[in-house]
């Protein structure tokens, strides 16, 4: 028998973390077990819906802006709180829980301090962040004062306008989050045989997130389209999502091509270029000498109108692994951050790695958000009665 649907209200906080947006709940108040989950966060979001605009909920028709993050106190010694990541697909019934969402970290942390969930000093808070997604520890750093987060202050980043208190991001280990292995092949670059298309060379790569890397030239482009221009070339979408598949598979992510295709959020695919001249969805010319690549980033089927946090700090690790082809594409920056050229701006990320007898491995990768609540209350869904 099928169950009635239930009208219900979730408590949540709807927060911008970095350039995505997500309604953030609270565990306790989250219905039911993880297979109870889905119908009430599509009916939140209104997923699916055909029309790619998700009017009827809170969604905003791209994949950025449509998560939800459940965070609770954490049990483990070694982290302050526990973050589950969820990406609500727009355009199909189902949710993905398979990656990460590194710009929603930001907001993590403060939602934490805010909802009383750790107790903080005034001044610099430094908090434990354990992700269930890919059994990853984060440490976020940032200010509060009188028990709240402090959300005022100068960091511009792009693609977001105005102003925020900075929030320092750093990935531990961030090695083999989706596949347990930083090079899941064991190579930096390699031949992908692409149903359909044939041998693409690539790098792949699993760094906060795992990422299949390719040169923008191969697929006949420069690398400095913006979005629209992207989803404006005649079949191009579909040969990233074929390349997607099959990297999927290379990686030990999906064990077929159909499985691959059902799990939307990673890999990531990442097209690179050489730094280069290029403009911004803001109209604001981007220097190739203030650059030291050049990314745009598929997530969800679709260009990134930025780039995801986690594939930003997969491409700086990728970056310093020699013989890669973003390592390739790269200026060489020694020990300093990497500048990458992107649809909304300059964006910069930090990374060490090292190498020994067992290969490589990446330490840590580290980024400077913003973030700030929008709104507090309840959230409405309708949705079969948990059980």
Not at 25 to 31: A, G, S
Not at 157 to 177: E, K, M, N, Q, S
Request: glycine share 12%.
């Amino acid at each position: 028998m099928t169950a009635r649907p239930v009208p219900g209200w979730l408590p949540a906080v709807f927060m911008r973390g970095g350039t995505s947006k997500a309604l953030i709940l609270l565990r306790r108040d989250v219905p039911g077990d993880l297979a109870a989950w889905e119908p009430a966060f599509l009916s939140a979001m209104d997923s699916p819906d055909p029309f790619g605009r998700q009017l009827n909920g809170m969604g905003g028709g791209v994949s950025s802006v449509s998560k939800i993050c459940v965070v609770e106190r954490s049990a483990r010694p070694d982290a302050d709180i526990d973050y589950t990541f969820v990406q609500v697909v727009v355009r199909e019934g189902r949710i993905d829980l398979s990656g990460n969402c590194g710009n929603m970290l930001a907001a993590v942390g403060p939602f934490a301090v805010d909802e009383g969930l750790v107790a903080v000093p005034d001044g610099p808070v430094h908090l434990r962040i354990y992700n269930t997604n890919t059994r990853k520890l984060i440490a976020a750093s940032f200010a509060a004062r009188d028990g709240r987060t402090v959300y005022r202050g100068d960091l511009a980043i792009p693609g977001v306008t105005g102003t925020g208190a900075p929030i320092r991001l750093d990935f531990i280990d961030p090695g083999g989050a989706t596949t347990g292995r930083l090079l899941p092949t064991g190579a930096v670059r390699q031949s992908l045989d692409v149903p359909g298309l044939g041998p693409v060379e690539v790098s792949l790569v699993d760094a906060a997130n795992a990422c299949v890397f390719v040169r923008a030239a191969d697929l006949g482009l420069t690398g400095v389209e913006l979005p629209a221009a992207l989803e404006a070339v005649p079949g191009l979408l579909d040969r990233l999502a074929r390349i997607r598949r099959a990297g999927s598979v290379a990686m030990g992510i999906a064990p077929d091509l159909d499985a691959a295709a059902r799990i939307v959020h990673v890999p990531f695919v990442g097209l690179v270029a050489p730094p280069q001249d290029s403009g911004s969805l803001s109209g604001a010319p981007i220097r190739a000498a203030d650059v030291d690549l050049t990314a745009r980033v598929i997530s969800n089927g679709v260009p990134h109108q930025a780039l995801p946090l986690t594939a930003t700090l997969c491409l700086a690790v990728a970056a310093r692994l020699e013989g890669s082809l973003v390592h390739e594409s790269a200026r060489p920056t020694g020990d300093a951050a990497l500048r990458v050229g992107m649809p909304s701006g300059i964006l910069t990320a930090d990374a060490a790695v090292s190498r020994d007898g067992e290969g490589w491995r990446a330490e840590r990768g580290s980024f400077f958000r913003t973030a700030r609540p929008l709104m507090r209350g309840d959230v409405f869904y309708d949705a079969p009665a948990p059980v």
